[in-house]
């Protein structure tokens, strides 16, 4: 990954600044860092831009027998090696100085976050480990010997309470002693460890050159500028290697780093089994096991989506805000407003007609949408906080191996039933080619976003075949069109591994945040939308153009055993899901969809063409050649499907 | 800050690496409110104060649709 490095006061050499000694915080994100930095400087402290970058780094003076060292408060990192701005301005702070570097970690956390320890032991400076919160450690039952990791990790470790002062003294005393003493770096060991040691051969006793060299194999363009090394010589280090793509080298690094953490903390670190924690334990082995997890996933789906979404959402809220509210007083009041102001019958339909901008687009916004897409952002919301996605994500891991997928699909898999377009720029995370593609046509065919799904449900609910029909159907589909593609695409297949954070009781303040948020965001994105689809349905009806193209596509709503009015909503499908699911739902609502007819529409509608803005970002990602070819087979896939569901159940008899 | 929903590893949406996830996508501009965690991709929603910094903007009348994350 080429990254671009800051400008550099004066010119580095080999790296680091001369001069000065500075004491380094580093540490995680919420790990007490800036309380410990406030504790440590508790004066004047000077917040300034990092050059060349937004990320702010603070500076203060901390005074130590009669010495004054630069305390710089680094910006929250989760490793050496970057991923953000932030994280490249706080490793490139260390790589140009001397100073001692105080690794800030959470006591509790320890086994998650000791792996940067040891690449910071990689630098080559003095090096401190300062386990902080220790007072919520020993709440979560932790107990941890100091001394015992002192001695196992090769560096001085202070325990602490920064917000009380708690363990301070002993870190000055240990920051004024260990500025002249540099910790020993942690040896990779196996393959890794013998490229890294051909790497840092070349880069003549660099105090760094452990570190430089794992950057230089990572392909780390930083590497490269602050300490160039011949080609060959890192062709000669990735010779060892079974893998050398930076990729995999990086998965591999992080898991040495791991499970070195692991051994060393092994007896030092101990985690009380607290209630708490066995509770924990048990939820997280029923939610990994497929043989309890696909039942816990099918009641998840089930009690959050079909009946919370559906039911609730989808018939109780919107039959009132429809029904009680929309048709029964806001819409006559609206139209004998115009009636009476506004004489020109042209306008009086564009606002308030048939699909006027305020009897159909707004009441569509506020009546229909509104509370069905609130219900789902609600029970996502509490998913989402509780851990249970990245779970899902490895629970699903096998089975989307079948379908030339791994785990990490999940991520864009799962945003498509947030949002397909940002799920199909999201592909990007997937490592090859071949698993974007497959990923690319399984959410334009088959993944229905937040928008259409909590529509969706809301057709279905109270249709509980139809709706087990519904997810057979398109889950098949899926499955069927996915293991074609990873049976003809050529390319391999990439491994999966992702941490896993603690599960945790959903907090209702955060649920309820990022649901105010979502809907916030959602009404602001959807109500001027809806406004344009009717002014282009008025202009559509006055010139004639809209009836025509209702005509033209009837013929093949009659092959799907639907009403010709039904194509009305797929036209609008195309252009916001959303609105297409909600001409369904108007249909239904009029009784001119009986079950089966609304099994199969919705089907179609979901298997149907990708909206616009995700059918552009297609064409972005994947080109127009790609693009066109899936949007063909989709559209055709789509009405094939849905015309054999319809046949197979008028054959069979089946009524819903 | 703001802590990912999937991975809950904290990350500045306004920073250049969020925002640069952003950038190409055809919904830029248009105020969908998401922005992707850097570190496992995953879309996260901004907060809702962004979205009414976003609606005194266009009541202001800025012509020009800035990128998420605009200063």
């Given at each position: 990954?080429?990254?671009?490095?800051?400008?550099?006061?004066s010119e580095p050499k080999n790296g680091r600044e001369p001069g000065r000694k500075r004491v380094f915080l580093v540490g995680n994100p919420n790990v007490g860092k800036s309380v410990l930095f406030n504790a440590l400087t508790s004066s004047y402290a000077v917040v300034s831009n990092y050059?060349?970058?937004?990320?702010?780094?603070?500076?203060?003076?901390?005074?130590?027998?009669?010495?004054?060292?630069?305390?710089?408060?680094?910006?929250?990192?989760?490793?050496?090696?970057?991923?953000?701005?932030?994280?490249?301005?706080?490793?490139?702070?260390?790589?140009?100085?001397?100073?001692?570097?105080?690794?800030?970690?959470?006591?509790?956390?320890?086994?998650?976050?000791?792996?940067?320890?040891?690449?910071?032991?990689?630098?080559?400076?003095?090096?401190?480990?300062?386990?902080?919160?220790?007072?919520?450690?020993?709440?979560?039952?932790?107990?941890?010997?100091?001394?015992?990791?002192?001695?196992?990790?090769?560096?001085?470790?202070?325990?602490?309470?920064?917000?009380?002062?708690?363990?301070?003294?002993?870190?000055?005393?240990?920051?004024?002693?260990?500025?002249?003493?540099?910790?020993?770096?942690?040896?990779?060991?196996?393959?890794?460890?013998?490229?890294?040691?051909?790497?840092?051969?070349?880069?003549?006793?660099?105090?760094?050159?452990?570190?430089?060299?794992?950057?230089?194999?990572?392909?780390?363009?930083?590497?490269?500028?602050?300490?160039?090394?011949?080609?060959?010589?890192?062709?000669?280090?990735?010779?060892?290697?079974?893998?050398?793509?930076?990729?995999?080298?990086?998965?591999?690094?992080?898991?040495?780093?791991?499970?070195?953490?692991?051994?060393?903390?092994a007896d030092v670190f101990v985690q009380g089994r607290r209630a708490s924690s066995r509770w924990r334990e048990r939820v997280d082995g029923m939610l990994l096991n497929p043989w309890t997890g696909f039942p816990v996933l099918a009641i998840v789906l089930y009690l959050g989506l079909y009946?919370?979404?559906?039911?609730?959402?989808?018939?109780?809220?919107?039959?009132?805000?429809?029904?009680?509210?929309?048709?029964?007083?806001?819409?006559?009041?609206?139209?004998?407003?115009?009636?009476?102001?506004?004489?020109?019958?042209?306008?009086?339909?564009?606002?308030?007609?048939?699909?006027?901008?305020?009897?159909?687009?707004?009441?569509?916004?506020?009546?229909?949408?509104?509370?069905?897409?609130?219900?789902?952002?609600?029970?996502?919301?509490?998913?989402?906080?509780?851990?249970?996605?990245?779970?899902?994500?490895?629970?699903?891991?096998?089975?989307?191996?079948?379908?030339?997928?791994?785990?990490?699909?999940?991520?864009?898999?799962?945003?498509?039933?947030?949002?397909?377009?940002?799920?199909?720029?999201?592909?990007?995370?997937?490592?090859?080619?071949?698993?974007?593609?497959?990923?690319?046509?399984?959410?334009?065919?088959?993944?229905?976003?937040?928008?259409?799904?909590?529509?969706?449900?809301?057709?279905?609910?109270?249709?509980?075949?139809?709706?087990?029909?519904?997810?057979?159907?398109?889950?098949?589909?899926?499955?069927?069109?996915?293991?074609?593609?990873?049976?003809?695409?050529?390319?391999?297949?990439?491994?999966?591994?992702?941490?896993?954070?603690?599960?945790?009781?959903?907090?209702?303040?955060?649920?309820?945040?990022?649901?105010?948020?979502?809907?916030?965001?959602?009404?602001?994105?959807?109500?001027?939308?809806?406004?344009?689809?009717?002014?282009?349905?008025?202009?559509?009806?006055?010139?004639?153009?809209?009836?025509?193209?209702?005509?033209?596509?009837?013929?093949?709503?009659?092959?799907?055993?639907?009403?010709?009015?039904?194509?009305?909503?797929?036209?609008?499908?195309?252009?916001?899901?959303?609105?297409?699911?909600?001409?369904?739902?108007?249909?239904?609502?009029?009784?001119?969809?009986?079950?089966?007819?609304?099994?199969?529409?919705?089907?179609?509608?979901?298997?149907?063409?990708?909206?616009?803005?995700?059918?552009?970002?297609?064409?972005?990602?994947?080109?127009?050649?790609?693009?066109?070819?899936?949007?063909?087979?989709?559209?055709?896939?789509?009405?094939?499907?849905?015309?054999?569901?319809?046949?197979?159940?008028?054959?069979?008899?089946?009524?819903? | 800050?703001?802590?990912?929903?999937?991975?809950?590893?904290?990350?500045?949406?306004?920073?250049?690496?969020?925002?640069?996830?952003?950038?190409?996508?055809?919904?830029?501009?248009?105020?969908?409110?998401?922005?992707?965690?850097?570190?496992?991709?995953?879309?996260?929603?901004?907060?809702?104060?962004?979205?009414?910094?976003?609606?005194?903007?266009?009541?202001?009348?800025?012509?020009?649709?800035?990128?998420?994350?605009?200063?």
């Amino acid at each position: 990954m080429a990254l671009a490095t800051p400008p550099y006061e004066s010119e580095p050499k080999n790296g680091r600044e001369p001069g000065r000694k500075r004491v380094f915080l580093v540490g995680n994100p919420n790990v007490g860092k800036s309380v410990l930095f406030n504790a440590l400087t508790s004066s004047y402290a000077v917040v300034s831009n990092y050059p060349g970058t937004t990320v702010e780094v603070s500076r203060g003076k901390l005074r130590l027998d009669g010495e004054e060292l630069e305390v710089v408060d680094t910006p929250g990192m989760y490793s050496l090696r970057p991923i953000t701005e932030e994280e490249r301005v706080a490793r490139d702070l260390l790589l140009r100085d001397d100073g001692v570097i105080v690794s800030v970690v959470d006591a509790k956390n320890l086994p998650r976050l000791l792996p940067m320890t040891l690449e910071l032991s990689m630098l080559g400076r003095p090096l401190i480990l300062v386990c902080n919160l220790m007072d919520e450690a020993k709440g979560a039952g932790v107990t941890l010997d100091v001394k015992a990791l002192s001695r196992k990790l090769g560096v001085p470790v202070v325990a602490t309470v920064a917000t009380r002062g708690a363990g301070l003294d002993e870190l000055k005393k240990l920051i004024e002693r260990e500025a002249a003493v540099a910790g020993a770096p942690f040896a990779l060991p196996g393959p890794i460890g013998a490229a890294v040691e051909t790497i840092a051969g070349a880069l003549n006793g660099v105090p760094s050159a452990p570190f430089l060299a794992l950057l230089h194999l990572e392909g780390d363009a930083a590497a490269a500028q602050i300490a160039p090394v011949e080609p060959e010589i890192i062709a000669r280090a990735r010779a060892f290697l079974a893998d050398a793509r930076p990729s995999a080298v990086s998965a591999e690094i992080s898991k040495l780093f791991r499970k070195r953490a692991s051994e060393i903390l092994a007896d030092v670190f101990v985690q009380g089994r607290r209630a708490s924690s066995r509770w924990r334990e048990r939820v997280d082995g029923m939610l990994l096991n497929p043989w309890t997890g696909f039942p816990v996933l099918a009641i998840v789906l089930y009690l959050g989506l079909y009946e919370f979404v559906g039911v609730f959402g989808g018939q109780v809220v919107v039959g009132w805000l429809e029904n009680d509210l929309f048709l029964s007083h806001v819409n006559p009041w609206l139209s004998a407003l115009f009636a009476k102001y506004v004489p020109w019958a042209v306008i009086r339909d564009l606002f308030v007609g048939e699909d006027g901008v305020l009897t159909m687009g707004i009441r569509y916004a506020v009546a229909i949408i509104l509370p069905v897409v609130g219900s789902f952002f609600l029970a996502f919301s509490v998913l989402e906080d509780s851990g249970y996605l990245p779970r899902l994500a490895l629970m699903l891991n096998r089975l989307f191996r079948v379908i030339g997928l791994n785990g990490r699909a999940v991520i864009p898999l799962i945003l498509g039933f947030g949002c397909d377009t940002t799920a199909t720029m999201v592909t990007r995370v997937l490592e090859t080619t071949r698993e974007r593609v497959i990923a690319t046509f399984l959410l334009a065919l088959a993944i229905p976003c937040s928008a259409q799904i909590g529509l969706i449900l809301g057709l279905l609910g109270g249709h509980p075949a139809a709706m087990g029909l519904w997810i057979f159907t398109v889950a098949g589909i899926f499955l069927i069109s996915g293991t074609l593609m990873a049976r003809f695409l050529p390319g391999k297949q990439a491994r999966f591994f992702m941490e896993l954070p603690p599960l945790r009781v959903p907090s209702l303040k955060n649920v309820l945040n990022k649901t105010m948020s979502r809907m916030g965001w959602y009404f602001l994105e959807v109500v001027p939308l809806f406004v344009l689809a009717s002014v282009l349905v008025w202009i559509g009806n006055i010139t004639g153009l809209f009836p025509k193209l209702i005509a033209a596509t009837e013929p093949v709503m009659r092959a799907l055993g639907l009403p010709g009015a039904a194509s009305k909503a797929f036209l609008f499908g195309f252009f916001r899901r959303d609105y297409g699911a909600a001409g369904l739902y108007e249909l239904q609502k009029a009784g001119a969809l009986d079950g089966v007819q609304l099994l199969v529409s919705a089907v179609t509608l979901t298997l149907f063409l990708p909206c616009i803005a995700q059918f552009l970002m297609m064409k972005r990602e994947r080109g127009w050649k790609v693009t066109l070819l899936m949007s063909g087979v989709i559209l055709a896939l789509a009405i094939s499907v849905g015309w054999a569901l319809n046949q197979i159940l008028l054959l069979s008899g089946v009524t819903l | 800050m703001i802590e990912c929903a999937l991975c809950r590893k904290m990350f500045d949406p306004k920073s250049i690496e969020a925002q640069g996830a952003c950038q190409g996508c055809s919904l830029i501009g248009t105020g969908c409110g998401r922005v992707r965690c850097p570190y496992c991709g995953y879309e996260n929603q901004r907060p809702l104060k962004d979205a009414r910094e976003r609606f005194k903007k266009l009541w202001r009348g800025f012509g020009h649709a800035a990128p998420h994350g605009d200063q």
